[in-house]
């Protein structure tokens, strides 16, 4: 074990794009599991677009992280020392762990810990197999509504989120196109994931390309971005069209909140409906997302991408690789191996 418990808290909320000087490292003691808690051990760290939030001092759908506080975030660790009742010394374990080696764990909190299932790839419960997947899961199927034949949009395509809601519009037999950043993420999405088209937003114009590609007009738009990628789809959508307001990522280290969409009239012409969703609220039926997801991707239905850096130092930049768009798929960090052996392996 170590001798010391390596943090990084937030030291300041951040204005404008996020970065390295809102936070600060320290060197705390390695913490001790009272009565109904256990010692968890980080192993990879997942980085989400929405602790951009958590950094900011305003009421969220969960309470802001206090300056000093280590940096909130989603982890796969190992039990080290256990008084808890539903893990032993040893487990793998996914929680809500944040920016350290060491954390103490109980029950409760916006994530109570859950187990890893034994014969999963560590890093899959932070991704396909975990938040992502289950947000493109219940966002797609309960707020799309996909019908075979339909032309879905989906912005943001490449990333976590987005390229398992496309791959699941195509198992429900949609036209999928994606919106992404760069060739080679419109290369990996045709070639590999299966989407019908991608239109690179950065070298291409997006209203010219949709208006091309979707002559009927969209009937699923899976919006991860906001902005004025909303506004150009807002104004291709088909009668009864359904926008899925996932995430608005373009926004997420705007100084102040860009305007809405001019054109939300179209809206009412289109008699469409627009509407946003929080993962958490549908924590009742996280098994059987889990159960679904599990079979399209161990049977190699969905494919799924993971960008793993390494380093605990690198863990503050490695959250603004989000915001540039500079991770090619899940954007994990990795800590550490497993110190004890995992039992059953
Ligand atoms: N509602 C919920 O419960 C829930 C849960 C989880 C995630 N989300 C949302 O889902 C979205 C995706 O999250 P993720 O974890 O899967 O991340 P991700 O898509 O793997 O990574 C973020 C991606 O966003 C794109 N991006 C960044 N800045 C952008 C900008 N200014 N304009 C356009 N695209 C930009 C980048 O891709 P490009 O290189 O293609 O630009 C980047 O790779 C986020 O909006 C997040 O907040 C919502």
């Not at 991408?305 to 690198?314: A, C, H, K, S, T």
Request: aromatic residues 8%; contains cysteine.
């Amino acid at each position: 074990m170590n001798a010391v418990n390596r943090q990084w808290l937030l030291a300041s909320r951040p204005v404008g794009m996020i970065n390295e000087s809102n936070f600060e490292y320290r060197e705390a003691e390695v913490p001790s599991p009272g009565p109904g808690e256990m010692l968890v051990r980080n192993l990879y760290l997942s980085f989400d677009p929405a602790q951009r939030g958590w950094t900011l001092d305003r009421a969220s759908y969960v309470p802001p992280v206090q300056i000093g506080e280590p940096m909130r975030a989603g982890a796969i660790g190992q039990v080290i020392e256990s008084n808890h009742p539903d893990f032993s010394t040893g487990a793998i374990v996914q929680g809500t762990f944040g920016w350290q080696d060491y954390a103490v764990v109980g029950s409760g909190g916006p994530i109570s810990p859950m187990p890893v299932p034994p014969g999963v790839p560590l890093t899959l419960p932070l991704g396909a197999l975990g938040i992502t997947g289950l947000t493109a899961y219940f966002g797609l199927l309960d707020l799309g509504e996909p019908k075979e034949g339909e032309t879905v949009v989906i912005s943001g395509a490449a990333g976590a989120t987005g390229s398992v809601a496309g791959q699941i519009a195509k198992l429900q037999g949609c036209r999928v196109i994606g919106i992404a950043g760069g060739p080679k993420k419109c290369a990996w999405l045709t070639e590999q994931a299966g989407f019908d088209a991608a239109i690179d937003y950065k070298s291409e114009n997006l209203d010219t390309r949709l208006r091309e590609l979707c002559p009927s007009g969209v009937d699923v738009f899976f919006d991860n971005v906001g902005g004025s990628t909303l506004e150009t789809v807002l104004g291709l959508i088909a009668q009864n069209a359904r926008i899925v307001l996932c995430g608005g990522i373009s926004g997420y280290n705007e100084v102040e909140p860009p305007p809405g969409p001019r054109n939300i009239m179209n809206l009412v012409i289109m008699r469409g409906r627009m509407e946003g969703f929080i993962v958490l609220d549908y924590a009742n039926r996280y098994s059987e997302g889990i159960t679904k997801l599990a079979e399209w991707v161990m049977g190699g239905k969905i494919v799924y991408l993971e960008d793993i850096q390494e380093g605990f130092e690198n863990i503050p930049k490695t959250l603004q690789r989000l915001y540039l768009g500079q991770n090619f798929g899940k954007q994990i960090l990795k800590i550490t191996d497993p110190p004890l052996e995992i039992p059953g392996s």
